[in-house]
């Protein structure tokens, strides 16, 4: 690996910058670059490539946590973060550059979509990055408009194509680490003049074998990098013998390949055909966290993929990605599977891996991949198959809950006209879930409520029984509080509060029992829900949403009992946690607590200050949120004596 001295003293200086953008056409070295001057004593660092999963946000944070290999992972994304994306983000990466000084490499940025949501989040990041922490993005494109304020203001260094050019004397390295032996300086002269300083161009001339007589490579008629790359490519793979050729263009279908994994595609080892290629630096890169595997530049592997694409039928071609979705899968690498069989058309397949680990995704906030692949699914599959209508309606729930609310109408339907109760009750659940989510009109609960009613005659499944209970008793609550059979509920849910091991769902739970017990009136009960939610906020590794949860359920209760000099101190802890974590589903609902209090205190000054923030919110409150604004409003200016402004609230 050739150490280029004058890039690697470039890299120093831009290292004042938080991050650190190397730009420039495919084959020009960048990630041969990065690689030998961390190989040189650049410092601690992690390598991440970006690839085309990462235009879901929830994967990005996934897939980097993981290569982080942190004993105390960074946060988890969910969706209750997507308010606050950009706090959740800052916070992440704190905690992956926490007692990590050195670099977070971001390695083919340019296959990042134009509107995926990174872009903005990496410019506010650059800004708050500690000392000695860099992010190097490596990309074929300059930076965008997203990054003009950090190159304003000196945040950003470039490293660009006229720098990563090679001169002269690294064009005589290069052919010495080659060949062997340095060239004469009339053949130096002219694989310079020839290649261009294109890094990839002058490998490919040297691989020729003493055809000297091409002219410039960019005289050759080719308009892109990649055209001329396949046009010299294409003479050298050529002389491979078929065998050979034949096992490149197989495992070109894998992210990266090792000798397993080959011999599983092609029945051969690959190991000494990838080791050879990677000692003539063809192109052919070992993985530093995989010694024993192989990656194949992106320029080589594009090219291979277009040479399998001319050599095989459409049916080999469909059976080759069968086999590699099959190894991928083999290796636990789900989501390439996947997208491997959907780009197959091997729709059968990859259906049953959606409905596999389908769940999975959604839990680790991933929504929005399952949502684009089941959107790549034909029709008539989609709206017919009520798991994939469940599927989809989870996905869409945290962001359009109408929408969801429609998906699992017909997830329902689908499952009982299959006879599947299980389904028909996870339906149901989550079909709550969306009404009291959007809680827009809770009228929508009652036929649900009904069918609810008429499974659980039937028995519940153990494993959905405390999920079931909770999800009825939600609604019970919410729009039949009359209901004869709301006590026999509360008390199951009362079991959920006590003994499930899920902290989420317990932490829901206990909302809605102390919820119900305060509204009617039974505050000592009430009290003793609440003290088992505030235990269970204050578990080791309680998220955000549960933590707000709780202190929102107590400042509630410390409003309705009449001690709202306890509760606004709750108000200001709770407002203080969503600000730092970026979870604001609690805002309004906390911050009209805080009214409450204020004004039963006749503290006029901090009602307004919180009604101020409350109005802030309401182009995107929900109605019932906008409602809750209105009636504190209207009592604010009660105690202030316009009763004019009172009646036009009301009336609003």
Same mark, same amino acid.
Request: hydrophobic share 45%; aromatic share 8%.
């Given at each position: 690996m050739l150490s280029r001295a004058r890039l690697f003293q470039a890299l120093d200086r831009l290292c004042d910058h938080p991050l650190i953008w190397v730009t420039g056409p495919p084959g020009a070295g960048k990630t041969t670059l990065l690689a030998s001057y961390l190989e040189h004593g650049a410092g601690a660092h992690l390598w991440y490539r970006i690839d085309r999963s990462d235009r879901d946000i929830g994967s990005f944070f996934h897939h980097l946590a993981a290569a982080s290999g942190r004993r105390r992972a960074p946060p988890r994304f969910a969706p209750e973060y997507a308010a606050g994306l950009e706090v959740f983000s800052l916070n992440f990466f704190r905690a992956l550059f926490v007692r990590r000084r050195g670099l977070l490499v971001l390695d083919n940025y340019q296959d990042l979509p134009t509107d995926a949501a990174l872009h903005g989040l990496l410019a506010a990041i650059a800004e708050e990055i500690p000392a000695g922490r860099n992010i190097v993005v490596l990309s074929r494109e300059p930076p965008s408009s997203a990054f003009a304020r950090l190159r304003a203001n000196r945040l950003l260094g470039l490293l660009g194509w006229e720098d990563l050019r090679l001169t002269e004397e690294e064009t005589e390295a290069i052919v010495g680490l080659q060949e062997g032996r340095p060239p004469t300086e009339q053949r130096r002269a002219a694989l310079h003049a020839r290649a261009g300083?294109?890094?990839?161009? =002058?490998?490919?001339?040297?691989?020729?074998?003493?055809?000297?007589?091409?002219?410039?490579? @960019?005289?050759r008629g080719a308009t892109t990098t990649q055209a001329l790359f396949d046009y010299f490519a294409a003479e050298i793979v050529d002389r491979l013998d078929a065998p050979s050729r034949h096992l490149l263009m197989r495992t070109a279908w =894998?992210? &990266?390949?090792?000798?397993?994994?080959?011999?599983? /595609? @092609?029945?051969r080892s690959a190991h000494g055909l990838l080791h050879e290629l990677n000692r003539r630096h063809f192109f052919v890169e070992r993985l530093a966290r995989r010694r024993s595997a192989y990656q194949y530049h992106p320029l080589f592997r594009e090219f291979l993929l277009a040479?399998?694409?001319?050599?095989?039928?459409?049916?080999?071609?469909?059976?080759?990605?069968r086999q590699a979705a099959a190894v991928l899968d083999a290796a636990d690498r789900v989501e390439e599977a996947t997208e491997l069989l959907l780009e197959a058309d091997e729709v059968e397949e990859a259906v049953r891996r959606i409905r596999l680990h389908g769940h999975t995704l959604i839990h680790q906030g991933r929504c929005a991949t399952i949502e684009r692949w089941l959107r790549r699914l034909p029709d008539e599959l989609l709206s017919t198959d009520p798991a994939l209508l469940q599927l989809f309606g989870l996905a869409r729930l945290p962001y359009a809950p109408g929408e969801a609310l429609g998906s699992l109408e017909r997830a329902f339907a689908g499952h009982r006209a299959a006879g599947d109760r299980s389904g028909m009750l996870a339906a149901c659940c989550a079909a709550v879930d969306a009404i009291q989510f959007e809680f827009a009109d809770l009228n929508k609960l009652d036929p649900w409520i009904a069918r609810f009613q008429e499974l659980?005659?039937?028995?519940?499944?153990?494993? /959905?029984?405390?999920?079931?209970?909770?999800?009825?008793?939600?609604?019970?609550?919410?729009?039949?509080?009359?209901?004869?059979?709301?006590?026999?509920?509360?008390?199951?849910?009362?079991?959920? @509060?006590?003994?499930?091991? &899920?902290?989420? =769902?317990?932490?829901?739970a206990g909302y809605i029992l102390a919820f119900y017990r305060m509204w009617t009136g039974r505050y000592t009960e009430a009290g003793l829900a609440v003290d088992n939610l505030r235990a269970t906020a204050h578990v080791n590794a309680a998220s955000p949403l549960i933590r707000l949860t709780a202190i929102s359920t107590e400042a509630m209760y410390e409003t309705l009992v009449g001690s709202p000099r306890r509760a606004l101190p709750k108000v200001e802890e709770g407002v203080q946690l969503a600000h730092a974590s970026g979870v604001h589903i609690w805002d309004h609902m906390l911050r009209g607590f805080g009214v409450a209090a204020a004004l039963s205190l006749n503290e006029r000054d901090r009602a307004a200050a919180l009604l101020a923030h409350m109005q802030a919110d309401l182009p995107r409150a929900r109605p019932v949120d906008r409602a809750y604004y209105r009636f504190l409003d209207a009592w604010s200016e009660l105690c202030r004596g316009d009763g004019g402004r009172t009646d036009a609230d009301a009336a609003q």
């Amino acid at each position: 690996m050739l150490s280029r001295a004058r890039l690697f003293q470039a890299l120093d200086r831009l290292c004042d910058h938080p991050l650190i953008w190397v730009t420039g056409p495919p084959g020009a070295g960048k990630t041969t670059l990065l690689a030998s001057y961390l190989e040189h004593g650049a410092g601690a660092h992690l390598w991440y490539r970006i690839d085309r999963s990462d235009r879901d946000i929830g994967s990005f944070f996934h897939h980097l946590a993981a290569a982080s290999g942190r004993r105390r992972a960074p946060p988890r994304f969910a969706p209750e973060y997507a308010a606050g994306l950009e706090v959740f983000s800052l916070n992440f990466f704190r905690a992956l550059f926490v007692r990590r000084r050195g670099l977070l490499v971001l390695d083919n940025y340019q296959d990042l979509p134009t509107d995926a949501a990174l872009h903005g989040l990496l410019a506010a990041i650059a800004e708050e990055i500690p000392a000695g922490r860099n992010i190097v993005v490596l990309s074929r494109e300059p930076p965008s408009s997203a990054f003009a304020r950090l190159r304003a203001n000196r945040l950003l260094g470039l490293l660009g194509w006229e720098d990563l050019r090679l001169t002269e004397e690294e064009t005589e390295a290069i052919v010495g680490l080659q060949e062997g032996r340095p060239p004469t300086e009339q053949r130096r002269a002219a694989l310079h003049a020839r290649a261009g300083g294109w890094v990839a161009g =002058l490998i490919l001339l040297l691989e020729q074998r003493g055809a000297t007589e091409v002219g410039r490579m @960019t005289d050759r008629g080719a308009t892109t990098t990649q055209a001329l790359f396949d046009y010299f490519a294409a003479e050298i793979v050529d002389r491979l013998d078929a065998p050979s050729r034949h096992l490149l263009m197989r495992t070109a279908w =894998l992210p &990266d390949v090792d000798a397993a994994a080959a011999k599983r /595609l @092609t029945g051969r080892s690959a190991h000494g055909l990838l080791h050879e290629l990677n000692r003539r630096h063809f192109f052919v890169e070992r993985l530093a966290r995989r010694r024993s595997a192989y990656q194949y530049h992106p320029l080589f592997r594009e090219f291979l993929l277009a040479r399998a694409q001319q050599e095989f039928d459409a049916d080999a071609l469909r059976d080759l990605k069968r086999q590699a979705a099959a190894v991928l899968d083999a290796a636990d690498r789900v989501e390439e599977a996947t997208e491997l069989l959907l780009e197959a058309d091997e729709v059968e397949e990859a259906v049953r891996r959606i409905r596999l680990h389908g769940h999975t995704l959604i839990h680790q906030g991933r929504c929005a991949t399952i949502e684009r692949w089941l959107r790549r699914l034909p029709d008539e599959l989609l709206s017919t198959d009520p798991a994939l209508l469940q599927l989809f309606g989870l996905a869409r729930l945290p962001y359009a809950p109408g929408e969801a609310l429609g998906s699992l109408e017909r997830a329902f339907a689908g499952h009982r006209a299959a006879g599947d109760r299980s389904g028909m009750l996870a339906a149901c659940c989550a079909a709550v879930d969306a009404i009291q989510f959007e809680f827009a009109d809770l009228n929508k609960l009652d036929p649900w409520i009904a069918r609810f009613q008429e499974l659980i005659d039937a028995g519940a499944p153990p494993a /959905l029984e405390p999920r079931v209970a909770y999800a009825l008793f939600a609604a019970l609550v919410a729009h039949q509080p009359d209901h004869p059979d709301i006590g026999r509920w509360e008390r199951c849910v009362e079991e959920v @509060t006590l003994r499930s091991p &899920d902290p989420a =769902l317990s932490i829901s739970a206990g909302y809605i029992l102390a919820f119900y017990r305060m509204w009617t009136g039974r505050y000592t009960e009430a009290g003793l829900a609440v003290d088992n939610l505030r235990a269970t906020a204050h578990v080791n590794a309680a998220s955000p949403l549960i933590r707000l949860t709780a202190i929102s359920t107590e400042a509630m209760y410390e409003t309705l009992v009449g001690s709202p000099r306890r509760a606004l101190p709750k108000v200001e802890e709770g407002v203080q946690l969503a600000h730092a974590s970026g979870v604001h589903i609690w805002d309004h609902m906390l911050r009209g607590f805080g009214v409450a209090a204020a004004l039963s205190l006749n503290e006029r000054d901090r009602a307004a200050a919180l009604l101020a923030h409350m109005q802030a919110d309401l182009p995107r409150a929900r109605p019932v949120d906008r409602a809750y604004y209105r009636f504190l409003d209207a009592w604010s200016e009660l105690c202030r004596g316009d009763g004019g402004r009172t009646d036009a609230d009301a009336a609003q």
